[in-house]
């Protein structure tokens, strides 16, 4: 038992049964058969302070894990498959196994975060179908749970209750999923951002997008920075990159038709652009993904 445990004492529990049964001979109190715990197995909790760009590309950024992620401080922004999110304090988002997904930029001093990974039955991974793709807010309750989540890292005895505490922060995510914000652009970096998403295997500079959106290069930079954390140049390499790694996936296009199909002017080009992203070369990536 863990020291310092709040011990009930006895009559406590029976005075409280005693007042629920009254006069009563029986009560019994079914329980909803519509109710679903999703029980997490393969746990492992990681607190972190991730810095970038020394830890770019130095993790696999796909696996067979689910990864629960929590942003606790300052400002962080990533790609999840060809989705660009940032994640202020407060934020969190469920990644699906297999899910392509790296930061892209940090905070100076850094980013608190804690990662629950965690394996689940086909059963209980169709429940939770509605949280793909949808980063949220931490409430007041996600907190409490994950609050004792973290109290039990390490504790070998804990492992019931910490799939039952992680069950039950997936439902409280899963009931505020009306709430779940997507980020949200400004009207002025909005149009950019979905031009390039659209045009990303076309020549853009930009020169290019500044003229087509009326505005200056610079202000065109610092707007978009202020806003995605990249220049427009950076942010479209990341998008070329990660729509590249999802033609890897599914399908057989050599490598020179994905350079093309994604923007790059050769293979050689894309593939150095490739492994330093991803750690990877394209056609090890490609083996690799199959291979899992």
């Given at each position: 038992?863990?020291k310092?445990t709040?011990?009930?004492?006895?009559?406590?529990?029976?005075?409280?049964?005693?007042?629920?049964?009254?006069?009563?001979?029986?009560?019994?109190?079914?329980?909803?058969?519509?109710?679903?715990?999703?029980?997490?197995e393969?746990?492992?909790?990681?607190?972190?302070?991730?810095?970038?760009?020394?830890?770019?590309?130095?993790?696999?950024?796909?696996?067979?894990?689910?990864?629960?992620?929590?942003?606790l401080?300052?400002?962080?922004?990533?790609?999840?498959?060809?989705?660009?999110?940032?994640?202020p304090?407060a934020t969190?988002?469920?990644?699906?196994?297999?899910?392509?997904?790296?930061?892209?930029?940090?905070?100076r001093?850094?980013?608190?975060?804690?990662?629950?990974?965690?394996?689940?039955?086909?059963?209980?991974?169709?429940?939770?179908?509605?949280?793909?793709?949808?980063?949220?807010?931490?409430?007041?309750?996600?907190?409490?749970?994950?609050?004792?989540i973290?109290?039990?890292?390490?504790?070998?005895?804990?492992?019931?209750?910490?799939?039952?505490?992680?069950?039950?922060?997936?439902?409280?995510?899963?009931?505020?999923?009306?709430?779940?914000?997507?980020v949200?652009?400004?009207?002025?970096?909005?149009?950019?951002?979905?031009?390039?998403?659209?045009?990303c295997?076309?020549?853009?500079?930009?020169?290019?997008?500044?003229?087509?959106?009326?505005?200056?290069?610079?202000?065109?930079?610092?707007?978009f920075?202020?806003?995605?954390?990249?220049?427009?140049?950076?942010?479209?390499?990341?998008?070329?990159?990660d729509?590249?790694?999802?033609?890897?996936?599914?399908?057989?296009?050599?490598?020179?038709?994905?350079?093309?199909?994604?923007?790059?002017?050769?293979?050689?080009?894309?593939?150095?652009a490739?492994k330093?992203?991803?750690?990877l070369?394209?056609?090890?990536?490609?083996?690799?993904?199959?291979?899992?």
């Open positions: 038992m863990a310092n709040k011990k009930i004492p006895f009559s406590v529990l029976r005075d409280e049964v005693r007042r629920r049964l009254g006069d009563k001979g029986i009560i019994k109190f079914p329980s909803s058969s519509n109710v679903r715990i999703p029980l997490p393969d746990i492992i909790v990681s607190l972190q302070r991730m810095w970038l760009p020394e830890n770019r590309g130095t993790t696999r950024c796909f696996h067979r894990y689910f990864v629960l992620k929590f942003h401080d300052t400002t962080s922004a990533g790609f999840v498959e060809s989705n660009y999110y940032t994640f304090k969190g988002m469920l990644v699906f196994p297999y899910q392509m997904h790296h930061l892209t930029e940090t905070s001093g850094g980013q608190l975060r804690v990662l629950l990974n965690f394996t689940l039955s086909k059963q209980d991974e169709e429940m939770l179908r509605g949280l793909r793709n949808k980063p949220f807010r931490l409430t007041d309750a996600d907190c409490r749970l994950l609050l004792e973290v109290s039990l890292t390490g504790r070998e005895d804990a492992m019931i209750r910490l799939r039952c505490l992680i069950g039950e922060l997936l439902l409280n995510l899963l009931s505020e999923n009306e709430a779940a914000q997507s949200e652009y400004s009207v002025q970096v909005r149009p950019v951002f979905d031009y390039l998403r659209e045009h295997s076309d020549d853009i500079s930009v020169k290019v997008l500044a003229e087509r959106f009326h505005c200056s290069e610079s202000g065109l930079r610092e707007m920075r202020r806003e995605t954390g990249h220049t427009p140049g950076a942010f479209l390499k990341e998008m070329r990159l729509k590249a790694a999802k033609l890897l996936r599914s399908t057989g296009l050599d490598i020179d038709s994905i350079a093309a199909q994604c923007g790059f002017s050769n293979r050689y080009v894309f593939s150095r490739f330093n992203q991803f750690d070369p394209p056609v090890r990536f490609r083996k690799e993904w199959f291979e899992y």
